[in-house]
């Protein structure tokens, strides 16, 4: 079991930039971490992922403002999004999962609220 702790939301103007961090209890260089947000009313939805071996993935919706980094030395995810919209606006969430022989196990932070405004 791997507990994942969320840092770095806040408030953030348009146009500007924000770096999110998770750090895990445990060691994630097994795991497929990351980033989730939900909207006030909305689901939640993927932002970035980026698998063990390093591969990154971002959404369409934040593609090419966004860069998704891991540190399996510390055990640490970044987000780093620029040119911040309204739409960022949400709890972001830190999310891993990992694959045991026959079990898959799912982690989720508890969240850091980022909030757009000027």
């Known amino acids: 079991q791997v507990r994942l702790v969320e840092s770095g939301g806040g408030l953030v103007q348009p146009g500007g930039s924000l770096r999110l961090s998770c750090a895990a209890s445990?060691?994630?260089?097994?795991?497929?971490m990351a980033w989730y947000r939900q909207a006030p009313g909305k689901s939640r939805e993927l932002v970035a992922t980026i698998t063990r071996r390093g591969t990154a993935i971002s959404a369409d919706s934040v593609k090419g403002r966004v860069t998704i980094s891991r540190n399996d030395a510390n055990n640490t995810v970044n987000l780093q999004m620029n040119s911040v919209k309204f739409e960022d606006m949400g709890v972001y969430f830190c999310?891993?999962?990992?694959?045991?022989?026959?079990?898959?196990?799912?982690?989720w932070g508890q969240g850091t609220q980022v909030t757009v405004s000027s």
């Open positions: 999310n891993g999962r990992e694959i045991k022989g026959r079990d898959q196990y799912e982690y």
């Open positions: 445990g060691s994630i260089s097994n795991i497929n």
